[in-house]
């Protein structure tokens, strides 16, 4: 089946840093969600792309769809201890109603 | 509540016992879905029904596994003669559909399932 690789695994940053983080696939995907899950709760929608070069952004928050349709990318700018969590990259597939998860990126935000 | 709500939120059974594990989707959502996810890893999808069928089970790992949508709002999963292995969170979700066919997906808090 499909799978996403996502890097890094972890990130440990100053407050008021900015991050990155990525994800790659072997197969192409026709759309690309980005998702936060904090400990206890379930996955919560922060961007969604659509089309392959889209760039959005949701305040602080700015991802990518890659050309190649590949890969996307989650920016996070001016961190906050509330980014802490972790971050998954998902992308629809088999019927295209499921969904595929990456393995997630755990950030820690230093104070 | 406006969410989707899991029940019961934590369950400790011991290996070969049966349990059930119910969803209650947001209002009006026609599409529900079951993801499981074990510890450091993302969700891994289940089933998924629209209104009261089943219309992908090609998530569920064996016959043990089966869920139920009688009347195409709550949803059940059930799972028989349990196993260590089985012990994880079990994600719900629901969505109505939208641009794309694809609806955004509203998880509920999950159920951890611990097997003993």
């Known amino acids: 089946g499909q799978q996403l690789n996502q890097s890094p695994q972890s990130m440990f940053i100053q407050e008021g840093e900015d991050v990155s983080m990525n994800c790659t696939s072997s197969s192409i995907f026709n759309t690309w969600l980005w998702y936060k899950q904090d400990p206890g709760e379930g996955p919560v929608l922060l961007i969604a792309l659509y089309k392959a070069g889209e760039l959005t952004s949701n305040g602080r928050l700015t991802a990518q769809f890659g050309i190649t349709r590949k890969d996307s990318f989650l920016n996070i700018s001016a961190s906050i201890p509330s980014d802490v969590g972790i971050y998954f990259c998902?992308?629809?597939?088999?019927?295209?109603?499921?969904?595929?998860f990456g393995s997630g990126t755990q950030l820690t935000v230093l104070p | 509540g406006a969410g989707v709500s899991q029940t019961p939120s934590n369950k400790v059974t011991e290996k070969g016992k049966y349990v059930e594990l119910r969803c209650d989707p947001i209002?009006?959502?026609?599409?529900l879905y079951w993801y499981r996810q074990s510890l450091g890893q993302g969700p891994e999808f289940l089933i998924y029904?629209?209104?009261?069928?089943?219309?992908?089970d090609s998530g569920l790992p064996n016959d043990r596994f089966f869920a139920v949508r009688p009347e195409g709002s709550v949803s059940t999963l059930k799972i028989q003669r349990t196993e260590r292995g089985d012990s994880a969170v079990y994600l719900c979700?629901?969505?109505?559909?939208?641009?794309?066919?694809?609806?955004?997906?509203?998880f509920g808090p999950g159920t951890r399932l611990t097997v003993l």
């Open positions: 209002s009006g959502h026609t599409a």
């Open positions: 029904f629209q209104g009261t069928g089943a219309a992908d």
């Open positions: 979700a629901s969505s109505s559909l939208g641009l794309a066919g694809l609806g955004e997906q509203f």
């Open positions: 998902a992308g629809p597939s088999g019927s295209a109603r499921q969904l595929t």
